[in-house]
């Protein structure tokens, strides 16, 4: 509970030391990183609908809804770093919300990844009946799997939240952070828990997928090496995600060290957290896929000559 005061803390006067030119500065520069991310992501997303060869592919279509569940974040996060500036406090109700959404859409990540790197495995390992295990009727299937899986994780929270604050809580305003409103030592526990069994799961599917793959790939088969480096680039995605689980920890220890540069500090912390992530996941991997990035820099050049 202390670590969880401490980050609170020095999260809410990251937004309120600054001076009025800093503040614009920093906000001007997180909404366009935004932007952009979201421009280049929603002209992914405008090349797979407008081509059936990539409606048709489980890979294409696991990759796709890692990029919408990326631009749901990223806008979700974005916002809440503006409304830390602007409105200082929201009403507890409206901020329940906008954290249920960055919470659910944040743990798809690295489940989607999870079975991003089984699609490789299945790909390489067992290639004559790829056609066979996934399909795009299962594809969605496990699409669902991850978004009911997240629910599960997530939901509690709002059970925990109404039988342990009164009503009064509920109409109260506050500075939207996830521990500011599920406070409850319970949430902070579950929350911990399932981080931790998230974690586990896709290191452990991605730790195994790799070294079979690793084996198939000594055999000199081309794509067998690709996908190794694919799920390597994955691993490097988990990493950036597990940033923001350690990230209150790491704002107490850097605060405690330089006190004096806490906004700076939080700033950093919040581009690496939320920004690069959703930078590096479409670079890694739909500009990396020779079909895919055909597509696309033709419908980016088009959108830019319009």
């Not at 000594?218 to 597990?242: E, P, S």
């Not at 850097?254 to 919040?270: D, E, G, H, Q, W």
Request: hydrophobic share 50%; with cysteine; charged share 10%.
């Amino acid at each position: 509970m202390n670590s969880t005061a401490g980050a609170r803390n020095t999260t809410e006067a990251a937004a309120g030391l600054d001076a009025l030119i800093t503040a614009v500065g920093k906000n001007v520069t997180v909404v366009v990183l935004g932007i952009t991310i979201n421009y280049i992501n929603a002209t992914m997303l405008h090349t797979f609908v407008k081509h059936q060869v990539f409606k048709a592919n489980p890979r294409y279509i696991l990759f796709i809804h890692l990029v919408f569940n990326d631009m749901i974040q990223l806008t979700i996060t974005i916002s809440l770093f503006i409304f830390s500036y602007t409105f200082r406090t929201i009403y507890v109700s409206i901020c329940c919300l906008l954290i249920l959404s960055a919470v659910l859409t944040a743990q798809n990540t690295p489940l989607n990844l999870a079975f991003m790197a089984a699609e490789c495995y299945i790909a390489v390992c067992f290639p004559l009946r790829y056609n066979y295990i996934c399909t795009v009727k299962r594809t969605y299937i496990v699409i669902g799997l991850i978004w009911a899986t997240s629910s599960l994780s997530v939901l509690p929270d709002v059970f925990i939240l109404l039988a342990t604050e009164p009503l009064e809580f509920l109409n109260s305003r506050v500075y939207c952070l996830r521990d500011t409103v599920f406070r409850s030592s319970y949430s902070l526990k579950k929350r911990d828990a399932s981080h931790i069994l998230f974690l586990v799961l896709v290191w452990l599917t991605l730790f195994y997928t790799y070294f079979r793959i690793l084996f198939v790939a000594k055999a000199a088969n081309a794509d067998a090496k690709k996908a190794r480096n694919t799920i390597i680039l994955h691993g490097f995605q988990v990493l950036l995600c597990m940033m923001v689980y350690v990230q209150p920890m790491l704002l107490q220890g850097l605060t405690y060290l330089l006190p004096a540069a806490v906004t700076s500090i939080y700033f950093v912390m919040f581009i690496i957290n939320q920004i690069l992530p959703r930078f590096v996941n479409p670079a890694i991997y739909g500009l990396r896929d020779k079909t895919f990035r055909k597509f696309f820099k033709k419908y980016l050049c088009v959108l830019n000559n319009h």
